[in-house]
């Protein structure tokens, strides 16, 4: 807490920064009310402003109103097709991670090629690759080499929905292998000494120790990369989309094509996709909460820990702050 | 570099000049050339465009099967064949062009009206067919199955009816009637476009009816039944345009939408080839902008 200097007998609020100005007047003024409440009037204002610009815009409202349930009938099949693309994302970044760490020549440079790669070559091409070219291998094997069982190349032609999932978990597998990486690497030197010292095998001192610990670095980047994903999902219409399977983007954009309205149709599948975010990070939010508590100053009976999500440094998460209440006397600070 | 105020003016007088060289000046094209079928869909949907002039050319379009697949697909395109030229000789298609486009489009630039009144056979071909023949036909017989492609982006020939689940469509009810007097069911597929039209299927579907043209190209990787229908390619423009009239001049260094990799984009860069078919090129120096589908380059011509 920085000692201000108050003038004339005037008591501020800690928190309050000092000086005069506008800004600070209505800081000072608008003190009683809660921070959450004047974030939401903000929001609420940012909407009120958006709503005037489509108002203006003269989208038919009431055709994406009628439409929505329809659209909204895929939100099963992006969150199928997200949760297998990031279940074999994270299998692959944790591999990938461990190959970068490793001093193995084949396992580094493998991995290293991975994540070249499958960082350096747009999503859509990957996407591409995997649906029109590996049906071609598949081809050109069986034609060079005739006893290799047709049922084995008929394999690599795959369907869009499948080849959608393998493209997503390889591409974001790559990215996600230097998040893993970070993760690893911030588990303090000394927990992988202790565990060598008592005789771990890598495995054990891997999974026992290392990564449980590293598991509350990595949780926040990769909820991102998945919210991510939910939106890369509509990528694998450009493939092709059976009737029965058809995710958000594709179902929008049928629809939108049927009536000649493709920006409305658009404009509801953005609305999809953003309420999907915003339960995402929600449940998201808890899971750091949750992971943070080993990690949190004991709290006090008469202390409030207010959450506060970390803005700074490399947007590596949840950070607990304690904010002390006004009248509570130094003396009653517990050590440490 | 000089004082403080000069400096901020240049600053302020470039980034004006980027903003108005990205700005453009009002409309991003003068007009769109697409199908007939396409344009007046998109009017009749209340749009404020108008079709303007003779149509640029006609196009036959064609049922398609992939070369490469690994059944010899021959009898196959020779049975449809077969079945399109039926279906033209008992007014079929006429009645189904007439359904969707209001319009008989079944009659080439040269060709005579389809008759009406001969009746359909009755046997469809599959009881007639060798199952053990090992070829696409007899495949298809065997499953009772065929493996359709088609884009449901394309009212009126190809859409999905959300409410009902079903796709609707001129494409639609003449490869449902092909099944049909195959004596086969249709499964229906969705590749992209540009999947469908570089050839390659990889056997994952078995024939496109999808309003495809029969340029030389394609013809290398596909073959084609004889055109079941034909559509006049238009120029669009909107409704309150009065720039543009005579075709042949009116339209030359214009900025033209086209959806690409459309006969439309290979006419206006000259380079359409279709075997059997002459083309006048009337546009020249098009200023060509090419969009994913039709509907998209409407879309921006409306702004």
Known sequence: MKAEETGAGATRPPGTPAGSGRMNRLALASAGVPFRLKVAIVWVVIFAILGFFFHLAGFDTGWILDKIPYIAGGLRYTIMIALGGIVLAIVLALLGALGRLSRNPIAYGVTGFYTSFFRGTPLIVQLFLIYLALPQIGVNLSARLPWIPSGLTGMFTLESTVAGILGLGLNYGAYMSEIFRAGIQSVGHGQGEAAEALGMTYRQKMWRIVLPQAFRVIVPPTGNEFIAMMKDTALVSFLGTTVAAMEIFRRSQLVGKHYYKNLEAYIAAAVLYWILTAIFSYFQGRLERRLSKGYVRAAGPERKARFVHGSGGAGSGAMMVEVPMPDTPDEERPDG | ?303
């Open chain 2, 1 to 303: 570099m000089g004082s403080k105020w000069f400096r901020s003016t240049l600053g302020l007088a470039f980034a004006l000049a980027l903003v108005a060289t990205g700005c453009g000046g009002g409309h991003r094209l003068d007009a769109v050339v697409t199908s007939v079928t396409t344009a007046q869909g998109w009017i009749d949907a209340g749009n404020e465009a108008k079709i303007v002039g003779e149509p640029l050319f006609y196009e036959p379009l064609g049922v398609g099967f992939d070369k490469s697949a690994s059944l010899d697909p021959q009898s196959l395109v020779a049975a449809v064949s077969g079945i399109v030229e039926q279906m033209h000789a008992d007014g079929t298609l006429t009645a189904m062009s007439t359904k969707w486009y209001g319009i008989d489009l079944t009659i080439g630039p040269t060709e005579q009206a389809g008759g009406a009144g001969a009746p359909a056979p009755s046997e469809p071909v599959c009881t007639s067919v060798d199952q053990a023949a090992g070829d696409l036909l007899a495949r298809i017989c065997q499953d009772g199955e065929i493996r359709v492609s088609t884009d449901p982006a394309y009212p009126p020939q190809s859409l999905l009816n959300e409410t009902t689940g079903e796709f609707e469509g001129f494409d639609i009810d003449v490869a449902t009637e092909i099944a049909n007097r195959l004596g086969v069911n249709v499964a229906w597929k969705q590749p992209s476009w540009d999947v469908l039209i570089a050839g390659g299927w990889n056997d994952r579907w078995d024939m496109s009816v999808g309003s495809m043209t029969t340029t030389k190209d394609r013809q290398e990787v596909l073959y084609f039944t004889p055109p079941y229908y034909y559509t006049p390619a238009v120029v669009v423009v909107r409704a309150d345009d009065t720039a543009v009239k005579d075709l042949s001049t009116d339209l030359d260094g214009k900025k033209i939408g086209v959806c690409g990799g459309c006969t439309y984009d290979y006419f206006l860069q000259k380079t359409l080839d279709i075997p059997g078919y002459t083309f006048n090129f009337i546009i020249d120096d098009a200023d060509i902008h090419t969009y994913d589908t039709d509907s998209t380059a409407l879309q921006d011509l409306q702004i």
